[in-house]
């Protein structure tokens, strides 16, 4: 998504959310809002399978796994519906509190948010929504880079603020902070990655 909307006066809200085509998708950031592109082959895969994944840890368990599209409504206080100015659909939620769940989607912050990075999305995911997370108390935030096959991984602490990020290559199995018996299996996400080596220097390891 990279083109963006804005008022002069006043911003967008989820009751101008409601009210636009219902074949369009659009997300809204404080009050801007941005239109949704396509996915590309590589996210759907990408958030097809890391889905799977968690929807079957998940299965019988208390919380609930949601994909795209499926809105997300991040109220500052405790403002009406429709004054809400950030409403977003993270490719990935788990959400553990039955009571922020409703027939629109959820109202409050997801315990986990991943999102699958794309070009036309990349800065927007890493800059606005990573500060509309962090703000909201998102408790834990993925993101996952398909082409570069890195994750970034921020987790909120004491002081409900993500610190220094930890960063992974989609390699192997990874466990979610907030369940640490869920391992994500990065060789279903990614099957036809290439794990490139560095090559030996001339005169040694050759026939």
């Known amino acids: 998504m990279g083109q963006s909307l804005r008022k002069s006066m006043p911003v967008f809200t989820y009751a101008d959310y409601c009210a636009w085509p219902?074949?369009?998708?659009?997300?809204?950031?404080?009050?801007?809002?941005?239109?949704?592109?396509?996915?590309?082959?590589?996210?759907?895969?990408?958030?097809?399978?890391?889905?799977?994944?968690?929807?079957?840890?998940?299965?019988?368990?208390?919380c609930r796994p949601f994909i795209a599209p499926f809105d997300v409504r991040l109220p500052d206080r405790q403002e009406a519906d429709d004054a809400v100015t950030t409403v977003v659909q993270p490719d990935i939620s788990v959400i553990c509190g039955p009571d922020k769940l409703d027939e629109r989607g959820c109202r409050g912050a997801p315990d986990w948010v991943i999102e699958v990075l794309s070009p036309s999305t990349a800065a927007k995911d890493q800059i606005e929504k990573r500060d509309s997370y962090e703000r909201a108390g998102v408790r834990e935030f993925w993101l996952v880079h398909p082409t570069d096959h890195v994750v970034?991984?921020?987790?909120?602490?004491?002081?409900?603020?993500?610190?220094?990020?930890?960063?992974?290559?989609?390699?192997?199995?990874?466990?979610?902070?907030?369940?640490?018996?869920?391992?994500?299996?990065?060789?279903?996400?990614?099957?036809?990655?290439?794990?490139?080596s560095s090559p030996l220097p001339a005169g040694r390891g050759g026939a």
């Open 22 to 62: 219902e074949d369009e998708r659009w997300e809204l950031i404080d009050g801007e809002a941005y239109a949704m592109a396509a996915p590309s082959r590589i996210h759907q895969t990408t958030v097809g399978e890391l889905f799977r994944q968690v929807a079957n840890y998940l299965m019988d368990k208390p």
């Open 152 to 196: 970034t991984i921020y987790t909120l602490d004491a002081e409900r603020r993500y610190g220094k990020p930890a960063i992974h290559a989609t390699t192997g199995l990874l466990a979610s902070n907030l369940f640490p018996e869920l391992q994500i299996d990065w060789r279903l996400v990614f099957p036809d990655a290439v794990v490139q």
